[in-house]
């Protein structure tokens, strides 16, 4: 099983601190209009902002915090880490689409539709990885068992709930009064899941290493992810 490097869980953990600690800066440095409850994170980085730059700057951070766990996170399949990195570089995008200070924007609302539904779906991508078999010295332990982030009922569960949270979050675009409070709802717990996707592949590698060395340097049979067991 492929080690997750240090540096990959310390890129993992700053994604939520950057989306709280750059929501809330900037939030202090608007007007007294501004409304955390009311009013979206996009309003922090769009037209009429003030000092726009610094929600603007965590974004891209963030965006490259998810880019760069999706190139060092072998546990969750191409599929999985595809979508992670197509999450990341949509969030970066969304600096060259402002949200205008008057009325919407079509490109800024596809961008964010496309950065959503793809970090929402990421987990679900472990689960149904492609191709079905992988090697166990990749994505499991020495038992054939993917780590607890990407066995099938745990992935697909926090998909729906994400999907869920952007439900909300929908609904509240459409007539509600706490638009931003569910914005950042879903966005802490998608910034949260890539980091508790890295945790558990590290330690899951750090138990394979300690109870099956030999195991590194053989090349065992594929088993199907999110079957404990199978092919061996």
């Known amino acids: 099983m492929r080690a997750v490097p240090s540096w990959a869980v310390a890129t993992a953990a700053a994604a939520p601190v950057l989306?709280?600690?750059?929501?809330t800066v900037a939030g202090a440095r608007q007007p007294p209009g501004?409304?955390?409850?009311?009013?979206t994170i996009?309003?922090?980085?769009g037209e009429g902002a003030t000092d726009p730059w610094l929600m603007a700057g965590c974004l891209v951070l963030l965006g490259c915090c998810y880019v760069g766990t999706a190139?060092?996170?072998?546990?969750?399949?191409?599929a999985s880490r595809f979508l992670l990195a197509v999450g990341g570089m949509a969030t970066?995008?969304?600096?060259?689409?402002?949200?205008?200070?008057?009325?919407?924007?079509?490109?800024h609302g596809t961008v964010a539709t496309v950065a959503v539904l793809?970090?929402?779906?990421w987990p679900a991508g472990s689960a149904l990885r492609l191709p079905r078999a992988v090697r166990r010295g990749v994505a499991a332990s020495p038992a054939g068992t993917p780590p607890w982030a990407f066995r099938r009922p745990v992935a697909l569960a926090v998909t729906a709930v994400l999907l869920v949270l952007f439900g909300w979050f929908v609904v509240e675009v459409t007539g509600g009064s706490r638009t931003?409070?569910?914005?950042?709802?879903a966005a802490l717990a998608v910034a949260l899941w890539p980091l508790a996707a890295v945790l558990s592949a590290h330690r899951a590698h750090?138990?394979?290493?300690?109870?099956?060395?030999d195991a590194q340097v053989a090349d065992p049979p594929p088993v199907s992810p999110g079957r404990p067991g199978a092919g061996g």
């Open 19 to 23: 989306l709280v600690a750059g929501s």
């Open 34 to 39: 501004y409304d955390p409850v009311r009013d």
């Open 42 to 45: 996009s309003e922090l980085a």
């Open 71 to 78: 190139l060092v996170l072998h546990a969750a399949g191409l």
């Open 92 to 107: 970066i995008a969304l600096i060259a689409f402002p949200r205008p200070q008057v009325g919407g924007s079509p490109a």
């Open 118 to 121: 793809a970090l929402s779906l």
């Open 180 to 185: 931003g409070l569910a914005e950042r709802v």
């Open 206 to 213: 750090r138990r394979w290493s300690a109870r099956a060395p």
